[in-house]
């Protein structure tokens, strides 16, 4: 990846999150299952979604500074299958500190969400679920999968691209994401899942995430192949149990 791509803010987020460095130990997680979660969802009629706790991010304005426990638990009571939560500080207001709160706080299955470059930033958090960004890793996407999964760490690889899905395929990911937003422009299309996800072959459960504000976004994802979604700031943004219900029960 040419760094140069990038839009000025994802540039010093990875310069950031190059000079964060590791955990003391290496970490070892019994984790909540998002198959099984996603799974349930389905069955009490409810589309399968990841809420985002994401205080703030290059593209929102403001911070919410409401306790992240609070909306979690907001989360949670909307319907949400499981979390995601920021822990990148400089840029999203995240903290380890937060996603470890959340996840002794709720029963569903928590996604560690985060620039992770190298196998020592896996080191640094236990949750049930970490992203693995094809676009950053390069090469390196094959060894931290199995990096983090030696750890007992579900994974899920980000990709935006048909070139990038592919080779999320080919390392054996099992949950894709297709990003909407281009990390180079930071603008987001939600054609952009719609170009992608046909070529994901069956086996695969596919993620639809950002720019899904309203029900006919997630209906259309649901058209377009999603099986689940990932959502933050529409959630974010008022109501946060209000908001999740919303999108959770958008086939009625
Ligand atoms: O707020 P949105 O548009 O619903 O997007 C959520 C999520 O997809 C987005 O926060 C995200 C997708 N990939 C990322 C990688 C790092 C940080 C954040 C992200």
Same mark, same amino acid.
């Given at each position: 990846?040419?760094?140069?791509?990038?839009?000025?803010?994802?540039?010093?987020?990875?310069?950031? =999150?190059?000079?964060?460095?590791?955990?003391?130990?290496?970490?070892?997680?019994?984790?909540?299952?998002? =198959?099984?979660?996603?799974?349930?969802?389905?069955?009490?009629?409810?589309?399968?979604?990841? =809420?985002?706790?994401?205080?703030?991010?290059?593209t929102t304005d403001g911070e919410r500074r409401d306790d992240p426990v609070d909306l979690a638990r907001e989360m949670v009571a909307g319907g949400a299958a499981a979390l995601s939560v920021l822990t990148e500080p400089d840029h999203f207001g995240g903290s380890v500190e937060t996603l470890e709160r959340v996840r002794a706080a709720v029963d569903v299955p928590v996604l560690r969400?985060?620039?992770?470059?190298?196998?020592?930033?896996?080191?640094?958090?236990?949750?049930?679920?970490?992203?693995?960004?094809?676009?950053?890793?390069?090469?390196?996407?094959?060894?931290?999968?199995?990096?983090?999964?030696?750890?007992?760490?579900?994974?899920?690889? *980000? &990709?935006?691209?048909?070139?990038?899905?592919?080779?999320?395929?080919?390392?054996?990911?099992?949950?894709?994401?297709?990003?909407?937003?281009?990390?180079?422009?930071?603008?987001?299309?939600?054609?952009?899942?719609?170009?992608?996800?046909?070529? =994901?072959? *069956?086996?695969?459960?596919?993620?639809?995430?950002?720019?899904?504000?309203?029900?006919?976004?997630?209906?259309?994802?649901?058209?377009?192949?999603?099986?689940?979604?990932?959502?933050?700031?529409?959630?974010?943004?008022?109501?946060?149990?209000?908001? &999740?219900?919303?999108?959770?029960?958008?086939?009625?």
């Open positions: 990846m040419n760094a140069d791509e990038m839009a000025p803010e994802v540039r010093s987020i990875l310069d950031a =999150a190059r000079d964060r460095g590791g955990g003391d130990g290496r970490v070892s997680v019994d984790p909540r299952s998002l =198959a099984d979660a996603f799974a349930s969802a389905e069955a009490d009629g409810r589309v399968p979604l990841i =809420a985002e706790v994401k205080p703030t991010s290059p969400k985060d620039f992770l470059l190298d196998e020592a930033a896996l080191d640094v958090a236990e949750a049930d679920v970490v992203l693995l960004i094809a676009r950053f890793l390069g090469d390196d996407l094959e060894p931290m999968l199995a990096a983090a999964r030696d750890r007992g760490f579900q994974v899920l690889v *980000e &990709t935006h691209t048909r070139a990038e899905l592919d080779r999320a395929v080919a390392a054996g990911a099992e949950f894709i994401g297709v990003n909407n937003r281009d990390l180079a422009e930071l603008e987001v299309d939600l054609a952009t899942f719609e170009s992608v996800a046909p070529t =994901a072959p *069956e086996s695969v459960t596919l993620i639809a995430e950002s720019g899904i504000h309203t029900v006919d976004d997630v209906r259309r994802m649901r058209t377009a192949g999603a099986d689940a979604l990932l959502v933050g700031s529409a959630i974010m943004d008022g109501d946060v149990e209000q908001n &999740t219900h919303r999108l959770t029960h958008a086939r009625d």
